[in-house]
């Protein structure tokens, strides 16, 4: 088995977001199955809307935060398997000459499935800790009759047990699929036709050339740094507004979530565009070029994806706070009224900017060295 | 003209500090051919990476007409390869996902070159150049870049192993085209090899040993790339 378990530790990045996922998740659906639990003891109209505004915020949180970390973690997985057989398809060509199937290949795949547990975990684990504070403040005008906090094992299966195991099944599956080449193909690590582009005419400098072949190259980068400044931008967003509408414990709970996940994929994006172009941009250093220009080359090309990301993600919060806000608790009293917040929106954009390009700039300055002798041994 | 005087280069610290060059003192003429002849490990990599300000030296100096290196910042050493200097790898280090073309064109758009087809068909790749590096032979990467490397009108141009990875006949090809091209733009040129044969064809020969320079020798009876052994 080439996949070990030490690789599995390098999806940590899965395991931070399937994390978040499970800590929202189960804090509101534990909740809301005890809030089920005494429907009866609902008597008068004005706690019963409360109580039904309550059970479906429960409800749509889940679906929508649960929803889209699920969609990203599989993208995210899959970024992970095709980025692995990319960099080791040497070893796995060797393997498939010797005769291993796909299927004995693609199998040790399945330990990936064990960094989407271990965030699960932890997640289920975090948001027990986070539940008795919640409770309380998600009660705090004592309109419904206090909760105890009961252990759903229904919920562990479902938000732990089979996550692990569907995620070890789709990374399974979705190699087999990548490992349906031939061996010459994987020995010779041919590059996939992807990234590479035979138009000649054109008279763009170099940089410019480099830059759009290193886009090219990983699409699926374009996307995570896109839901980087999308979560930053989203979950920041709300997180203010959600003081208002909500408490300050979800708002802040919003904002440690939305920061986490920005930067956690950033990371990633940055750190693997650098790495899959280093030989690259050590040539460049080595012919003359300045480290502003290498990282123009390599990295410049996903500012707009990161821009667009933001815009994104600014009318996504405003449209799912307007949902919120007009028909979950339509009719509810004492909701704050709710409008899009520009100076909020400013600020975000101004540390966005500060943040981005600061991490931005950061990475440039890194390549100022020139690691001849790392990219020989390779 | 090279000046490097006293050169010392140290690798590691403490216990294992280790001397790759030490006390190495040489005068390179312009337009002239040097080889670097030594055994693996005698120090040619690290005396050619220092010399053309890829790594720091220890002591020492190195000035090309009078500039010296060992002052410069960071960004001026960027500034002194950009204006002076090319490179050539036994691995080519092409960039895979750009075109023949566009590779050259690495080289040329720091020269302001706008027209890199007659560098293409010096090395005889001007068919080629919508290919890309994995379409292309041994052979065929390195003369691409060769071609990368002259693009740039380097005054200085520096070659480690150039034909290490190449089997002979096409090492004899490479090889003829660096000394030809070399006798005709007149810039200098520096080769790094452990081949004895290949050290012919050079106008002087530098023997390293153990970081230093154990006898220079000026190659008299000068051979082309067809007429050595290999
Ligand atoms: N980064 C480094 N750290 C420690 N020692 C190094 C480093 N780079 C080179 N050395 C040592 O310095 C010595 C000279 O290395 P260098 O690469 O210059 O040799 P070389 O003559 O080019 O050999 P070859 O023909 O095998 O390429 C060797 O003994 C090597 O082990
Ligand atoms: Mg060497």
New interface residues.
């Given amino acids: 088995m080439i996949v070990s378990i030490k690789d599995s530790v390098k999806l940590f990045g899965i395991s931070i977001m399937t994390c978040c996922a499970v800590t929202v998740c189960n804090l509101f659906l534990n909740y809301y199955l005890d809030l089920a639990a005494i429907a009866d003891l609902i008597d008068n109209p004005v706690s019963q809307m409360l109580y039904d505004a309550q059970m479906m915020t429960a409800k749509v949180v889940c679906a929508v935060s649960g929803g889209c970390l699920a969609a990203t973690t599989v993208v995210m997985l899959f970024f992970y398997i095709k980025h692995y057989i990319d960099s080791h398809s040497r070893e796995i060509g060797i393997l498939k000459a010797l005769g291993y199937s796909d299927f004995k290949i693609a199998r040790g795949f399945s330990v990936f499935g064990l960094s989407v547990f271990s965030g699960c975990i932890i997640g289920y684990l975090l948001s027990f800790v986070l539940m008795p504070r919640f409770y309380e403040l998600q009660n705090a005008d004592d309109y419904i009759p206090d909760i105890a906090i009961s252990i759903h094992w229904e919920l562990f299966v479902f938000l732990v047990l089979l996550p692990a195991v569907a995620f070890s099944l789709i990374a399974v599956g979705y190699s087999m699929i990548k490992l349906n080449q031939p061996c010459v193909n994987l020995l010779?690590g041919?590059?996939k036709e992807q990234?590479?582009s035979?138009d000649?005419r054109d008279k763009k400098?170099?940089?410019e050339?480099?830059k759009s072949?290193?886009l090219?190259?990983r699409k699926t980068l374009i996307f995570f740094i896109a839901f980087s400044a999308f979560c930053f931008s989203a979950m920041i967003q709300m997180s203010a507004s959600m003081k208002d509408l909500a408490s300050e414990m979800m708002g802040f709970m919003i904002f440690i979530i939305g920061v986490v996940l920005a930067f956690t994929t950033l990371y990633i994006a940055v750190t693997t565009v650098i790495r899959s172009n280093q030989?690259?941009v050590?040539?460049?250093?080595?012919?003359?070029?300045?480290?502003a220009e290498c990282k123009r080359s390599v990295l410049d090309g996903y500012r707009p994806a990161a821009y667009i990301g933001f815009v994104i993600g600014s009318v996504y919060q405003y449209a799912l706070l307007r949902i919120m806000v007009d028909i979950v608790f339509a009719g509810v009293e004492g909701v704050p009224a709710y409008e899009f917040d520009f100076p909020v929106c400013l600020i975000t954009l101004a540390a966005f900017i500060v943040v981005y390009e600061g991490i931005m700039f950061a990475y440039g300055q890194s390549m100022?060295e020139?690691p001849?002798k790392q990219?020989?041994s390779e | 003209m090279i000046e490097i005087k006293n050169l010392t280069k140290y690798y590691g610290r403490g216990e294992s500090r280790f001397k790759a060059l030490d006390d190495v003192s040489v005068r390179i003429n312009d337009g002239e051919f040097v080889v670097i002849l030594g055994a693996s490990g005698s120090g040619k990599s690290t005396f050619l990476?220092v010399i053309s300000g890829?790594?720091a030296m220890d002591g020492g100096s190195v000035a090309y007409d009078g500039q010296t290196l060992e002052r410069m910042s960071?960004?001026e050493l960027?500034?002194?390869?950009?204006?002076n200097?090319?490179?050539i790898?036994q691995?080519y280090?092409l960039?895979?996902?750009?075109?023949v073309?566009?590779n050259v064109?690495?080289?040329?758009?720091?020269a302001h070159n706008k027209d890199i087809l007659p560098v293409l068909e010096a090395v005889g790749l001007a068919e080629k150049?919508?290919k890309?590096p994995?379409e292309l032979s041994g052979g065929e990467q390195q003369r691409v870049a060769i071609a990368r490397a002259l693009a740039?009108n380097p005054r200085v141009l520096f070659l480690d192993e150039p034909t290490g990875a190449l089997d002979e006949k096409t090492g004899r090809l490479v090889l003829d085209y660096m000394i030809n091209l070399q006798a005709k733009q007149d810039f200098t040129m520096i080769m790094v090899t452990h081949n004895a044969n290949i050290a012919q064809t050079a106008d002087r020969i530098i023997k390293m040993n153990s970081g230093k320079i154990v006898g220079i020798t000026e190659n008299a009876d000068k051979k082309t790339a067809y007429e050595i052994g290999w």
């Fill in positions: 010779k041919v590059a990234g590479k035979r000649g400098s170099f940089v050339d480099m072949s290193v090219r190259g030989q690259s050590t040539m460049m250093r080595v012919f003359g070029y300045e480290s100022k020139i001849l990219i020989m | 990476n890829l790594e960071e960004k960027t500034k002194f390869r950009r204006e200097t090319a490179y790898f691995q280090y960039l895979p996902h750009l075109t073309e566009k064109r690495m080289g040329a758009d720091l150049r919508r890309f994995a740039k």
